[in-house]
């Protein structure tokens, strides 16, 4: 069955510091995968997704994320976090059998200090 | 582009009445929405996926006969809540996918559900 796991719950970082956020997923064939943000009250935000391709993917506001098949990890960085990055962070990873939909991480909460 | 409304952006009813909650894609079509429910601090849990001009596809444990879900058009599905109890309170998400692609879900900002 697919699945993914965020191991970090609640995430603190200081504004300026480097920031990864931890996927992991299990899936029977090629994944696509994603991360999206939460910002309190809100829908969800791509920052950015993986197809295909090269294995380190460009997102925005300055997030990137690299695909690992070997550790089948889908971590999210950034170099220097803002305050304004503080939200949730959702991994997902894409079913692509009969239905396509969507499995969500159970999110990773960032905090950021001035 | 794709972007996603939901209407209403919150909304509070009484036990027992029905809630319809509207999810339409703005300057795409889309032929597949899918609805989540959010409680708080936790993942999103997908409910249903809609399919335009067909039934929708209902997730494992979700009740078909309280969660009615319609998609008539490309660019609208909607969720009924029926006969709403206050367990029913929470946020429900709906996204959207661009018709003829695969991938990526675009998600519209969420409706908030309480029931007294």
């Known amino acids: 069955a697919q699945s993914v796991t965020q191991p970090d719950i609640h995430i603190t970082v200081s504004e300026g510091a480097s920031l990864e956020l931890r996927c992991n997923y299990s899936y029977g064939a090629t994944p696509y995968l994603f991360w999206y943000v939460q910002s309190p009250g809100q829908g969800l935000q791509l920052l950015l997704k993986?197809?295909?391709?090269?294995?380190l993917v460009q997102g925005i506001k300055g997030f990137e994320a690299e695909f690992k098949r070997s550790q089948s990890s889908f971590n999210l960085r950034k170099p220097s976090v803002h305050w304004s990055d503080a939200a949730e962070y959702f991994c997902a990873v894409g079913a692509y059998l009969k239905t396509d939909k969507l499995i969500f991480g159970t999110g990773t909460r960032l905090q950021v200090f001035p | 582009g794709a972007v996603v409304s939901q209407h209403p952006s919150w909304v509070i009813c009484k036990s027992g009445t029905s809630v319809k909650i509207e999810c339409r894609s703005l300057?795409?079509?889309?032929?597949?929405m899918f609805w989540y429910r959010q409680f708080p601090k936790q993942s999103l849990m997908l409910m249903a996926t809609s399919n335009e001009g067909s039934k929708a596809t209902y997730e494992q444990g979700v009740e078909k006969d309280k969660f009615l879900i319609n998609h008539a058009s490309l660019t609208l599905s909607t969720l009924t809540v029926t006969s709403a109890h206050p367990e029913d309170s929470s946020f429900y998400i709906c996204s959207a996918r661009i018709l003829g692609e695969v991938g990526e879900q675009f998600f519209g900002p969420g409706t908030r559900l309480t029931v007294l």
């Open positions: 300057d795409f079509q889309a032929t597949t």
């Open positions: 993986y197809f295909s391709g090269d294995t």
